[in-house]
């Protein structure tokens, strides 16, 4: 059975950091495109990040570009989002998806969920 478990957010400060961890089981992480999406509250789902491990590809939207870094362990089949530079406005609940960048997430593989507050 193929499934997503987030970890690792948190309460933290402005200006702090968080690592969000996302374990795969069912399938090779190393083969699959995969991406980061949030959605705070009252809002849709928006997309973060996204990473193409075998072609060692990753793409950022605007407003977490140099700050975030998506990376792969493909040892542990586990995907990570480090956030650095924490703003408010990064509060969200955060998924990983079994999906590369797209208009729409409904039909993808996603996990629970795991909650980020930046909050002084």
């Known amino acids: 059975e193929e499934q997503l478990v987030e970890s690792g957010g948190g309460l933290v400060q402005p200006g702090g950091s968080l690592r969000l961890s996302c374990a795969v089981s069912?399938?090779?992480?190393?083969?699959?495109?995969m991406t980061w999406v949030r959605q705070a509250p009252g809002k849709g789902l928006e997309w973060v990040s996204s990473?193409?491990?075998?072609?060692?590809?990753?793409d950022y939207d605007v407003s977490v570009k140099g700050r975030f870094t998506v990376s792969t362990d493909t040892a542990k089949n586990t995907l990570y989002l480090q956030m650095n530079s924490l703003k408010t406005e990064d509060t969200a609940m955060y998924f990983c998806?079994?999906?590369?960048?797209?208009?729409?997430?409904?039909?993808?593989?996603r996990g629970q969920g795991t909650q980020v507050t930046v909050s002084s």
């Open positions: 998806v079994k999906a590369g960048k797209s208009d729409s997430y409904a039909d993808y593989l």
């Open positions: 990473i193409i491990p075998w072609a060692d590809f990753t």
């Open positions: 069912g399938f090779a992480l190393m083969d699959t495109a």
